[in-house]
T-cell receptor, first 113, second 113 residues
């Protein structure tokens, strides 16, 4: 049973470009969480999604960031018009049910030049 | 909202010694407390968790204790080995709401042989 998969593992974007990060949850998991980790810091919650629904986006910046988890395919975290401060590691985690254990993927390391 | 404090930020031990990491949380409604191990360049790995109806849980060399009254929980690693060297994160959440994990800032554990 494959774990949580994320791609790309590394992404370099110039300021003003768009970044798209993908997350495929573990088989049988329909709950996805996105977290951001800045250098030397812990993980900060961004958004919680179930299939086709955003459940909690309280940690998501109000502008430029969006997330989706369509009926078919991976969850996508989209960052428009990236700025240097968006450089970080972005992790997704999946869970089999509400309140269940969260299993993390390997992360996408975004660098904005 | 919930706030999780973690101490110490760095911990150095000799191989074979025990290591203890402590966390406190602020929201008395939190009822789920996982611990994650993160190695360099990798995603967080769930190593043990505890729910608020349990005071202690053990898994081989790892144990977690929870004191709901004092709102703190601890990770204990016995007979440490060099491969235990990593960053350890505690987290808290309210599972009935399916809410996100709130993480501490992490403890860098170094085990020297």
């Amino acid at each position: 049973n494959a774990g949580v998969m994320q791609n790309p593992r590394h992404l370099v974007r110039r300021r003003g470009q768009e970044a798209r990060l993908r997350c495929s949850p573990m088989k049988g998991h329909s709950h996805v969480y996105w977290y951001r980790q800045l250098p030397e810091e812990g993980l900060k919650f961004m958004v919680y999604l179930q299939k086709e629904n955003i459940i909690d986006e309280s940690g998501m910046p109000k502008e430029r960031f969006s997330a989706e988890f369509p009926k078919e395919g991976p969850s996508i975290l989209r960052i428009q018009q990236v700025v240097r401060g968006d450089s970080a590691a972005y992790f997704c985690a999946s869970s089999p049910f509400t309140g269940g254990e969260q299993y993390f993927g390997p992360g996408t390391r975004l660098t904005v030049t | 909202g919930e706030n999780v404090e973690q101490h110490p930020s760095t911990l150095s031990v000799q191989e074979g010694d025990s290591a203890v990491i402590k966390c406190t949380y602020s929201d008395s409604a939190s009822n789920y407390f996982p611990w994650y191990k993160q190695e360099l360049g990798k995603g967080p790995q769930l190593i043990i968790d505890i729910r608020s109806n349990v005071g202690e849980k053990k898994d081989q060399r790892i144990a977690v204790t929870l004191n709901k009254t004092a709102k703190h929980f601890s990770l204990h690693i016995t007979e440490t080995q060099p491969e235990d060297s990593a960053v350890y994160f505690c987290a808290a959440s309210k599972t009935q709401a399916g809410t996100a994990l709130i993480f501490g800032k992490g403890t860098t554990l170094s085990v020297s042989s």
